[in-house]
Antibody, heavy 120, light 107 residues
Framework: QVQLVQSGAEVKKPGASLRLSCLASGYPFTAYAVQWVRQAPGQRLEWMALINAGNGNTRYSQRFQGRLTMTWNTSANTAYMELSSLRSEDTAVYYC?????????????WGQGTLVTVSS | DIQMTQSPSSLSASVGDRVTITCQASQDISNYLNWYQQKPGKAPNLLIYDASDLETGVPYRFSGSGSGTDFTLTISSLQPEDIATYYCQQYDNLPFTFGPGTKVDIK
């Protein structure tokens, strides 16, 4: 079955960088998009970025422009998200999700979530 | 960005009740509207896509309707396992955006 497994919880200091991974299985990795969505405590879900796992094309939310990078490794069926210049407001649970289609915003499978805490 | 609003923000209903949640988009999004269920401490789960299509494996008591700017999620007969927060989400335009959520619990 479709499964997305994310890397473990992180604690970071303000100004540091973060790299999360999302290992996909149970489906043809390059036929779908991988997206990142985060949820700050008590807040709504916030879409961050997507990567077309077929060709590596990326789209980012303007809110993170300049400090967010998505990459992927097709041989490892893994997508990565790097967020730099962390601040306390980046404290959140980060989810990867499969987009149904190479650039779709229809998230039909989700990872378990990774808690990221940014604190001095 | 397209703004999504939901009402009510929370509701309490009895088992077996019919529950309706509304979602409004700040501009026409056709039927590019999804509904997700999120239980505490868990990832969201897709319930309804394209405004009215039931995701495989989701119970038939869930249904969706609407197009343009106004949408509805209905639970025809509330069950204890439906306790969760429900989010709408548009994917007509980037950035994809979510509503603030509706928390549903049992009276």
């Amino acid at each position: 079955q479709v499964q997305l497994v994310q890397s473990g919880a992180e604690v970071k200091k303000p100004g540091a960088s973060l790299r999360l991974s999302c290992l996909a299985s149970g489906y043809p990795f390059t036929a779908y998009a991988v997206q990142w969505v985060r949820q700050a405590p008590g807040q709504r879900l916030e879409w961050m970025a997507l990567i077309n796992a077929g060709n590596g094309n990326t789209r980012y939310s303007q809110r993170f422009q300049g400090r967010l990078t998505m990459t992927w490794n097709t041989s490892a069926n893994t997508a990565y998200m790097e967020l730099s210049s962390l601040r306390s407001e980046d404290t959140a649970v980060y989810y990867c999700a499969r987009g149904r289609g190479v650039s779709s915003g229809l998230f039909d499978s989700w990872g378990q979530g990774t808690l990221v805490t940014v604190s001095s | 960005d397209i703004q999504m609003t939901q009402s009510p923000s929370s509701l309490s209903a009895s088992v077996g009740d019919r529950v309706t949640i509304t979602c409004q988009a700040s501009q026409d999004i056709s039927n590019y509207l999804n509904w997700y269920q999120q239980k505490p401490g868990k990832a969201p789960n897709l319930l309804i896509y394209d405004a009215s299509d039931l995701e495989t494996g989701v119970p038939y008591r869930f249904s969706g309707s609407g197009s343009g700017t106004d949408f509805t999620l209905t639970i025809s007969s509330l069950q204890p396992e439906d306790i969760a927060t429900y989010y709408c989400q548009q994917y007509d335009n980037l950035p994809f955006t979510f509503g603030p959520g509706t928390k549903v619990d049992i009276k």
